[in-house]
């Protein structure tokens, strides 16, 4: 377990701070440091509500493919409203809209969706 705990902090740019008190990391760290609790329980299910909310764009990335490294035995439900970040990070989107399943598919079968289209992506959206 100990060895895990090296490797995510290692990968995660926290290396030599793992002994740090939360109080003393940024924001970013904080939800980063958050991230790496999570994922060195090895859980089966990962759910992460808005991850990259609040963090600078080399934070988000940090995050992201910290995410992306969970491995294959992880099943991960990632909402969020960042459009971009949904396609780019999932092999399945489900996309709701007033409480109401729009679509569910694969990244392409969604962005190609003519209500998920008309709800969110515009009709320019290619």
Do not use: K
């Not at 859980?43 to 509500?49: A, I, N, S, T, Y």
């Not at 109401?100 to 709800?119: E, F, I, K, S, T």
């Amino acid at each position: 377990a100990a060895a895990r705990v090296e490797r995510l902090l290692a990968g995660s740019g926290l290396d030599g701070r793992g002994d740090a008190p939360m109080a003393a990391l940024s924001y970013g760290e904080q939800r980063i440091a958050d991230l790496l609790m999570a994922l060195a329980l090895q859980p089966r299910l990962l759910l992460l509500d808005e991850p990259t909310a609040g963090l600078s764009a080399a934070e988000a990335a940090r995050l992201l493919r910290l995410v992306r490294g969970a491995g294959a035995d992880t099943a991960i439900i990632l909402i969020a409203h960042d459009i971009d970040i949904v396609f780019a990070q999932c092999d399945r989107i489900a996309v709701l809209h007033l409480g109401r399943l729009l679509a569910c598919g694969p990244p392409r079968a969604v962005r190609a969706d003519a209500a998920v289209r008309a709800a969110y992506l515009g009709s320019l959206a290619d």
